[in-house]
Each structure stands twice: as structure tokens, then as C-alpha cells.
């Protein structure tokens, strides 16, 4: 996996990229420790998940909704208003929904970036770096659903459903 490089992408979107990644890599080391202490002590990192995954889902949806108002469009959003919602929803609800909402969410976002219309304004060293953060993002929350179900993380479990 690499970055795009500098010239492939307008000078406005090469920080942004670049902070996508750094966000990106923040999940996964996030998802991935939680694997490694106690459930008890793992229960603080849960809600870290779904939080910066929100905060990674509102960046780039309110890019496509401000490029679409500003071409005259109102197609995506719906869309964009659903993953807001979904998004903001997040910190209110126990860890695994919380999880599986933004599951959900990435899913959505990743289907909106098919549209044609984004993929006609975005440079495709754009969308090509998105989906690559969207893989970290899936794996990610995979990762923790996965270690909220597995047998030895009751405790957990009892805890990401509110119990």
C-alpha cells in the first residue's frame, strides 16, 4: 500500500491524504490493541473505535456534499445525512453496535463513492487512496467484532452490550 504521490493529486488534497493515513493507521493500532490487555482494561479502547471511525466518516462525506452543492446537485444527500446520522449515533450506543453501525456506515460511504458523479469531480489518485482507507477501516472494525464475539472475551461482551 502507498501513498499517491504529490503530483498526482491537487496541492489542497495532499494533506488531506495524508492525514486519511495517519487516521487510518491511528484505527488499526486502536482495533489491534485492544486485542492485548484485559477485557476490563480493553473496555476504555472500545469506545476509541467507533469515535474516530465517525470522525473519519464526516470529513469525507461533507467533501462530496459540499462538491455536490457546489455544482448544483442534491443527489447524495440522502446519503450524506444517513451516514451523519449513523456517525453521531455512534458514542451513544454499547461498544458492539457501536462497531457494527460504523460497519455499516463505511459500507455506505464506499457505495457512495461509486456514484458516478464523485467519481467524475475526484482525482482518481483520490479515490484510489480512499478505498485503500476504507480497507484499513473494514479490517479494523472486522477486528473488533470478531474479538467481541470470541469465547474468551465475555466480559467484554457483556460490557460492549451495555450489561
Given at each position: 500500500m502507498?501513498l499517491p504521490r504529490?503530483?498526482e ?5 495532499v494533506?488531506l ?6 487516521h487510518g493507521?491511528?484505527?488499526v493500532?486502536?482495533?489491534t490493541?485492544?486485542w492485548?490487555?484485559a477485557?476490563a482494561?480493553a473496555?476504555?479502547?472500545l469506545?476509541?473505535v467507533?469515535?474516530?471511525v465517525?470522525?473519519?466518516l464526516?470529513?469525507p462525506?461533507g ?6 452543492v457546489q ?7 440522502p446519503a450524506?445525512l ?6 453521531s449515533?455512534?458514542?451513544?450506543v454499547p461498544a458492539?453496535?457501536a ?5 455499516v456506515?463505511v459500507?455506505?460511504?464506499?457505495l ?10 475526484w ?6 487512496g480512499?478505498?485503500q ?6 479490517v ?7 474479538w ?8 467484554l ?5 451495555g450489561?
Amino acid at each position: 500500500m502507498r501513498l499517491p504521490r504529490d503530483a498526482e493529486l491537487p496541492a489542497h488534497l495532499v494533506t488531506l491524504i495524508r492525514l486519511q493515513f495517519l487516521h487510518g493507521l491511528l484505527v488499526v493500532a486502536v482495533a489491534t490493541g485492544i486485542w492485548l490487555p484485559a477485557p476490563a482494561v480493553a473496555h476504555g479502547w472500545l469506545s476509541l473505535v467507533p469515535l474516530l471511525v465517525a470522525i473519519f466518516l464526516l470529513l469525507p462525506s461533507g467533501l462530496y456534499l459540499g462538491a455536490e452543492v457546489q455544482r448544483g446537485e442534491a443527489t447524495l444527500t440522502p446519503a450524506v445525512l444517513l451516514l451523519w446520522l449513523l456517525a453521531s449515533a455512534t458514542p451513544f450506543v454499547p461498544a458492539l453496535i457501536a462497531a457494527l453501525l460504523m460497519i455499516v456506515a463505511v459500507m455506505l460511504l464506499f457505495l457512495m463513492e461509486k456514484v458516478a458523479a464523485i467519481r467524475e469531480h475526484w482525482p482518481e489518485a483520490w479515490l484510489r487512496g480512499r478505498r485503500q482507507h476504507m480497507q484499513f477501516q473494514m479490517v479494523s472494525l472486522a477486528s473488533v467484532v470478531f474479538w467481541l464475539f470470541s469465547r474468551d472475551n465475555q466480559l467484554l461482551l457483556n460490557l460492549g452490550l451495555g450489561g
